[in-house]
């Protein structure tokens, strides 16, 4: 009984976008990226898929981060929000989940010089609208004359 099974790493992370969850999970496999149970070259529309991919075309120019990046699983799970709020909140998950796996700093330097939300989480959210008016905002005008 003193075999010792090799332990196989995961990692999960999180990104959200307004109303959209994304949740993230990261293991050893064939170099697969999908969204929602969806390959990633199949993703629609082009936007979004060029978004998801950004995280991973900026990790593959590292050259000490490139050769791991070809042997993990992405698989991100999406809720809620339409599909570009979802496209981002994906787009962080797997961001920080690269960063998780890889444990780079360079990698973390390079995500936050080239686009800040890549890393941290939007929280911005619609306002809700109020009683009596046409939004958020937006009242009745007055005329007293």
């Known amino acids: 009984m003193g075999t010792k099974e090799k332990v196989k790493r995961i990692v999960n992370q999180v ?3 307004k109303t ?3 949740r993230v999970t990261i293991k050893e496999g064939k ?9 990633l070259d199949i993703v629609e529309p082009e936007v979004v898929r060029e978004k998801l991919s950004e995280p991973l075309s900026i ?3 590292l050259p000490d981060v490139s050769g791991d990046i070809g042997s993990i699983e992405v698989d991100v799970n ?3 929000g339409g599909f570009m709020g979802q496209a981002e909140a994906a787009r962080t998950a797997i961001a920080r989940g690269l ?7 360079g990698l973390k330097d390079m995500y936050l010089e080239y686009d800040r939300s890549l890393l941290v989480s939007d929280v911005r959210k619609k306002e809700p609208k109020k009683f009596g008016a046409k939004g958020a905002r937006a009242h009745r005008q007055k005329s007293y004359r």
């Open 31 to 39: 170099g697969t990226v999908r969204i929602n149970k969806k390959s």
């Open 99 to 105: 960063v998780d796996w890889t444990k780079n700093e």
């Open 20 to 22: 959209a969850i994304a």
């Open 59 to 61: 990790a593959s120019e």
């Open 15 to 17: 990104g959200k976008r």
């Open 78 to 80: 999406v809720r809620g």
